[in-house]
């Protein structure tokens, strides 16, 4: 493969996960994030004027399916590689996209650690396929491994993400803790995230469980200490 970085566009309707989803795959050693559109036009008109390796690719927009954008693309032998992100309920969708010659799937909701791991699959996918070295049967079946068609990847078995945790609340939750900074109680946080507060505590254990926040008992005069989160520094 040549030094040159996967150029790669987003598109999801929703503005802040686009966004999300963009600056990690920036982050991504080998990677370039080209463009982002939140409708089938926008997508169509940026792949053709970015011209990306790869599209990650939400399959529900405002205007048409991301199926359709898929078929368009195809039929107008635009060459790059799709992820396609749906739900595990739509197989026929899933069936669809194979017809089609997807490269993978994200069934949601999916962590940015399964993101992570089928960006590494796609540059290796690259990197064999534009080797020097002459193909024969065992490197077709080893590009072959890495694509989603293969049952036995991991991605094509829907990854239910850990306790119920959604991405989307989530990155909603974490964006306010990086924004505040200071400590912030479990009301606080349901206030300015716009869920409950039991969510909040549902979210928050997660958050401590892998590291991304610290807790703080704030002692009263009175009855229970009172737990407050930030994110960790």
């Known amino acids: 493969m040549s030094n040159s970085p996967i150029r790669v566009v987003v598109v999801d309707d929703d503005f802040m996960i686009a966004r999300m989803h963009g600056k990690f795959i920036s982050s991504q050693e080998g990677y370039e994030l080209v463009g982002t559109a939140h409708n089938y036009e926008q997508a169509l008109s940026t792949t053709i004027t970015m011209k990306p390796d790869l599209i990650m690719l939400d399959v529900y927009l ?69 080797s020097s070295d002459p193909l024969n049967q065992e490197s077709l079946d080893n590009l072959k491994k890495l694509r989603a068609p293969d049952s036995s990847t991991s991605t094509i078995t829907p990854n239910p993400f850990q306790k ?61 200490p009172q737990r407050l989160y930030r994110m960790k520094v």
């Open 164 to 224: 119920g945790i959604d991405i989307r609340t989530l990155e909603r939750i974490k964006q306010y803790l990086e924004e505040i900074k200071d400590y912030q109680n479990v009301d606080q946080i349901a206030q300015r995230a716009g869920v409950s507060r039991s969510t909040v505590r549902n979210y928050m254990t997660y958050l401590l469980e892998e590291h991304i926040v610290e807790e703080y008992l704030q002692y009263g005069t009175i009855g229970r």
């Open 62 to 130: 405002p205007d048409q399916s991301g199926i359709e954008l898929v078929r368009t693309i195809r039929s107008q032998n635009l060459p790059c590689d799709i992820i396609l992100i749906t739900a595990a309920k739509e197989r026929e969708i899933v069936e669809e996209g194979f017809r089609l010659g997807i490269f993978d799937y994200l069934f949601k909701p999916f962590d940015l650690e399964h993101l992570r791991n089928t960006l590494i699959k796609y540059i290796q996918f690259k990197s064999r396929l534009s």
